[in-house]
């Protein structure tokens, strides 16, 4: 069973960066693509940034380009949330979720199609 936990959430003011960390643990790293879904309050759900499984293909959402940086680390089993630059519409909740199978070569952009979640971090922008 596929077990994530993400970790990195914080207040930050308007400008300042965090960095959100999520480990997978119970399966082979590589086995999945690897993304960090985000919700609001009162907000549905919204695709933040996916990776493959090598790292070779990275998605982001137009509303975080240039500011977010997707990675992974396969010695540490862990994918990593960049934010620079952040904004109070940055505020909500972060999940980090992963898919296997052959998503793994094409990550996907929409958090439905995910299979696995962690609890989630709060990241608070304050302006």
């Known amino acids: 069973q596929v077990q994530l936990v993400e970790s990195g959430g914080g207040l930050v003011q308007a400008g300042g960066s965090l960095r959100l960390s999520c480990k997978l643990s119970?399966?082979?790293?590589?086995?999945?693509?690897m993304g960090w879904i985000r919700q609001a309050p009162g907000k549905e759900r919204e695709f933040v940034a996916a990776?493959?499984?090598?790292?070779?293909?990275?998605y982001y959402a137009d509303s975080v380009k240039g500011r977010f940086t997707i990675s992974r680390d396969s010695s540490q089993n862990t994918v990593y949330l960049q934010m620079n630059n952040l904004k109070p519409e940055d505020t909500a909740d972060y999940y980090c979720?992963?898919?296997?199978?052959?998503?793994?070569?094409?990550?996907?952009?929409?958090?439905?199609?995910?299979?696995?979640w962690g609890q989630g971090t709060q990241v608070t922008v304050s302006s």
């Open positions: 990776v493959s499984w090598s790292g070779a293909i990275r």
């Open positions: 119970g399966r082979t790293f590589n086995n999945y693509a």
């Open positions: 979720a992963a898919d296997g199978g052959s998503s793994k070569y094409s990550p996907p952009q929409k958090a439905s199609e995910y299979d696995y």
